[in-house]
């Protein structure tokens, strides 16, 4: 039995979105079963694995207003093995619409449920924001990953993330664990990088990935093609790094 990750931090643009993409396709290159689910009303998993996100009839917001069901949601993608319920800009009105629901925490884990055995892993793609979406993905996961940038500011927000980790742990979902954290856009000629990389060493106590996901322009570029990055360039630097986090993972005994 694989896991539900949950790629998790409030700050936009650490690579929460390009690690699910090529997380999830690195994993189903590995012969597994993955599903992924796009939490971001930006919808920029969904477009990055090939699927248009002004089309699609049934999204994770039909699927949360229990417009449709979870089967109905999830559709194929351009990978072999990747299964996606997709998201688009009306998800941005869910956290209104789900108002006076009752548990609305538990509203994507009670859909969850149904299809997880299906799957060997499952990865959400979490909106930049600690909002009652990422709880809902955090009840559903059994662990987060946390992606963090190498830049200055890498810091910030994280004792709030953790904090936020903690409190749903011990009042929604105690089985819920730290999956660890995976440093991204790193340059190894930078003393920042490794600043950052220290600090982080330094101030938290949780797994760190030895494999460290590189600054690679190829891995920017992927998307506008809507595929993942072991499909765009499979001997890039930053399809060798995915797919080297994907064994890690998919190895560990621990969780
Ligand atoms: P988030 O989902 O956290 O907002 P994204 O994954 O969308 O972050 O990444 C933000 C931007 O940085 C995107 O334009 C993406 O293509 C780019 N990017 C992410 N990771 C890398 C990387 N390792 N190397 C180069 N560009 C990257
Ligand atoms: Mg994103």
New binding site residues.
């Given amino acids: 039995m694989g896991r539900i990750i949950a790629i998790a ?1 409030q ?11 090529n997380l999830a396709a690195s994993i189903a290159e590995m012969g597994k079963r993955v599903l992924a689910i796009d939490l ?1 009303p ?1 919808g ?1 998993m969904t477009s990055g694995l090939g699927v248009d996100k002004n089309e699609v009839e049934n999204t994770v917001y039909e699927l949360m207003l229990d417009e449709c069901s979870i089967n109905e949601s999830i559709q194929d993608t351009v990978v072999k093995g990747l299964r996606l319920i997709p998201s688009n800009v009306n998800l941005a009105g869910a956290e209104i619409e789900l108002l006076g629901i009752n548990d609305k925490e538990y509203i994507l884990k009670t859909a969850v449920d149904y299809i997880r055995d299906d799957y060997d892993f499952i990865v959400i ?1 979490c909106p ?1 924001s600690l909002n009652m979406l990422t709880v809902n993905a955090m009840t559903t996961a059994d662990t987060v990953l946390v ?1 963090i ?1 190498c830049e200055y500011y890498a810091l910030e927000g994280l004792s709030q993330l953790i904090h936020t980790i903690n409190l749903v742990q011990e009042r929604l979902n105690p089985n819920l664990q730290m999956e660890g954290v995976v440093f ?3 340059d190894v000629r930078t003393k920042l990088s490794n600043q950052v990389v220290e600090n982080v060493k330094e101030n938290l106590d949780t797994k760190i990935y030895e494999t460290m ?5 190829r ?5 506008s093609y809507g595929i993942p990055i072991n499909m765009y360039d499979s001997k890039s630097a ?1 399809a060798e ?1 995915y797919r080297k986090l994907a064994k890690e993972i998919v190895g560990r005994k621990d969780l």
């Fill in positions: 931090n700050k936009g643009g650490v690579g929460k979105t390009t690690t699910s993409i971001d930006q920029n793609d930049p992606p940038q991204t856009m790193y996901i590189p600054r690679n322009i891995l920017a570029e992927a998307p930053g790094s």
